[in-house]
């Protein structure tokens, strides 16, 4: 696989996370929706090359905590920080604050509907961001995106339409769009839910390599076996807390808590 300049530092013992130095922070973030009080006070550091998988019952505020760490949604309250800057809540960076346009451009999304540009082919889906937000030559950017391409299996599509792919395909340059950022963090939610059984491996194969070569991610998933496998950490979300928090093994295997483990029995049945 194309070693390029796009992944975080590869995962190796020079370039453990750092339990001290959190890539991103979230403090005391609540978010409310009319009356529903959606997150209730969630604290969370993610630190470089970590993957953290972010489980929990259908509405307990797994999407809006992940859209809040790149304000997607704005929250109500608390702190949240990338590499320590402070993030504001205007779209441009000031006075030591990271503001929300250059924020997106460190923290990348993928979606669970892929949100793909539909009258774009799939390179120009890909070079968008790094064209027109980056202000990369088209050259520079589509050489970029060809890597990108290559390495999630879609090269030889580069000039199909997104409804000319299948979803997995559709998935997969979505990730490689994402990629074109070079985020520093990459945040996905339920990234398979939308697919096809048959097509969920190719885009789990595709999440797995990313975790090899230590890209920082959080990816709110239902695929437990998977999140055992990949991720470095693992949080249970339950009624807008963080209920559970550690190694996936005692997260997911040896779980402690009568909700938590009702959760998880759903997946056993
Ligand atoms: N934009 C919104 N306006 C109003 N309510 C919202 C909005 N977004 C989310 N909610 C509500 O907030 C709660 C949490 O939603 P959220 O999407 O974060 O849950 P989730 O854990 O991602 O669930 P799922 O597993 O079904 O995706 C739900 O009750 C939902 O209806
Ligand atoms: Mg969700």
């Known amino acids: 696989m194309d070693e390029s300049t796009l992944m975080n530092t590869p995962r190796s013992a020079a370039a453990a996370p750092a339990?001290?130095?959190?890539?991103?922070s979230v403090r005391g973030l609540r978010k409310s929706f009319g009356s529903i009080e959606v997150l209730r006070g969630i604290d969370l550091d993610l630190t470089r090359g970590e993957v953290l998988a972010i489980i929990g019952p259908s509405g307990s505020g797994k999407s809006t905590l992940i859209r809040c760490l790149n304000m997607m949604e704005v929250p109500d309250s608390g702190e949240l920080r990338l590499r320590g800057r402070p993030v504001a809540r205007g779209f441009r960076s000031r006075n030591g604050s990271i503001g929300v346009g250059e924020l997106r451009r460190h923290?990348?999304?993928?979606?669970q509907h892929f949100n793909l540009f539909p009258h774009k082919t799939v390179l120009e889906n890909v070079i968008e961001g790094p064209v027109v937000v980056l202000k990369r030559p088209r050259a520079e950017a589509e050489a970029v995106a060809m890597d990108l391409l290559a390495r999630v299996g879609l090269d030889a599509k580069r000039d199909a339409y997104p409804n000319h792919l299948s979803g997995g395909q559709k998935q997969r340059v979505a990730i490689a769009r994402a990629l074109a950022m070079q985020p520093d963090v990459l945040l996905l939610d339920e990234v398979t839910s939308a697919l096809d059984p048959e097509l969920v491996g190719e885009v789990l194969t595709v999440v797995r390599a990313l975790a090899e070569e230590g890209m920082t991610?959080?990816?709110?998933?239902?695929e437990i076996a998977f999140a055992a496998d990949v991720a470095d950490r693992a949080v249970f979300i339950d009624r807008g807390v963080i209920a559970a928090d550690g190694t996936p093994d005692a997260?997911?295997?040896?779980?402690?808590?009568?909700?938590?483990?009702?959760?998880?029995?759903?997946f056993h049945a």
């Open 19 to 24: 339990a001290d130095d959190p890539i991103l």
């Open 107 to 111: 923290v990348g999304m993928v979606f």
């Open 217 to 222: 991610m959080a990816i709110v998933t239902h």
């Open 251 to 266: 997260v997911l295997h040896n779980p402690e808590g009568e909700r938590l483990r009702a959760f998880l029995a759903r």
